[in-house]
């Protein structure tokens, strides 16, 4: 594709780029990313990939914008409390860059319509909240060969790591969902606000990477940091062989929303 | 004494222990912990039998499950 002047002057500082260039971001132009949840880390995810100009950005959420999202959740406004967190996502992507395809789903990441969600996109991250959805990503970009990226935050820490079809995947590392109540979240513990921006960036980051082929994934590895220390460290993993979706010897075939139905149950009795 | 790496920390221990005493002496809980124990997983079932030894190195990956809300 042709860009216009405006257009190169606009990405100008990726096109400066050694490893991005006029090609790199010609990628970036049609790529296609799906990110799940338009909070803490969607936010900032959200909005580096619309200045970076991706071509279609999918976000799914169904939750609307609260006050206390607005600390941390930096792509949704003051006025925005009340809205959709999709459509106020929505209007800042559209503002921040009219080129991006913004494809909004107002709904739940469920087992019933994950494979149609991922299927038109190249590739998906990962900012939800709740294990069990991230463990349902997890084995739907699995068993469709589609790479995504995981991140999680709580307190002053996060962690992440970037999956290939035939690297190690989250499930490889984490087996099964933990027991409902002995890891809060951060509805539970809190957050600091930045942990958010700082994952969420390291997340945008891989993005990019990913559709221009710059530099090397965070595959087969966990980054984890503690911000209080600034102490940052990326743990070596392979594939797990009893990995129970992607091992020898996979039990789980088919998604199931089990897990999470338990989890919402006991979360809102402990929240009572 | 002997020594294990722990996320990267060199840590004093007395021998015999298990990996669940290990993690029990490091603030946490065998459910909200996976572990590597010199490269390789270990399924949850198996951290009390797994006895620890002079020099092992040990991953403790700890669950974040935050993000939108
Ligand atoms: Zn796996």
């Known amino acids: ?272 | 004494m002997s020594k294990i790496k722990v996320n990267e920390e060199i840590q004093e221990v007395t021998l015999p222990l298990s990996l669940t005493e290990l993690i029990r002496t490091n603030s946490a809980t065998p459910e909200m912990v996976s572990v590597q124990l010199n490269g390789d997983f270990i399924p949850q079932e198996k951290f009390p039998s797994t006895g620890l030894q002079d020099g092992d190195e040990v991953d403790l990956l700890y669950f974040m499950g935050g993000g939108a809300r």
């Open chain 1, 1 to 272: 594709m042709d860009f216009t002047p405006e257009q190169v002057e606009r990405y100008s500082r990726h096109i400066l780029l050694q490893d991005v260039g006029v090609e790199g971001q010609e990628r970036i132009h049609s790529g296609k990313i799906l990110v799940i949840g338009a909070g803490g880390l969607g936010a900032p995810v959200l909005l580096y990939l619309a200045a970076a100009g991706v071509g279609t950005i999918g976000v799914i959420d169904g939750d609307t914008v609260d006050l206390s999202n607005l600390q941390r959740q930096v792509i949704h406004f003051t006025p925005d409390v009340g809205k959709a967190k999709v459509l106020s996502a929505k209007e800042k992507i559209s503002l921040i860059n009219p080129d991006v395809k913004v494809i909004t789903y107002h709904d739940l990441f469920t087992a019933q319509n994950a494979f149609d969600l991922i299927e038109d996109y190249d590739f998906i991250v990962d900012g939800t909240d709740s294990f069990p959805v991230k463990f349902l990503i997890n084995d739907a970009c699995v068993m469709k060969g589609k790479p995504f990226s995981h991140g999680g935050i709580l307190r002053f820490d996060g962690q992440t790591m970037t999956h290939l079809p035939g690297t190690a995947c989250y499930r490889c590392v984490f087996h099964s969902p933990p027991p409902p109540d002995a890891v809060p979240t951060c509805s539970q513990a809190g957050v600091l606000g930045a942990i958010a921006g700082m994952l969420g960036t390291i997340q945008a980051a891989e993005t990019l990477k990913f559709l221009t082929g710059a530099g090397t994934l965070l595959t087969n590895k966990l980054l984890s940091f503690n911000a209080k220390n600034m102490s940052f460290r990326t743990v070596k993993l392979h594939k797990n062989q009893h990995c129970p979706v992607c091992g020898e010897h996979p039990v789980i075939t088919e998604l199931a929303e089990g897990e999470q139905a338990f989890c919402e149950i006991k979360n809102r009795k402990s929240q009572a």
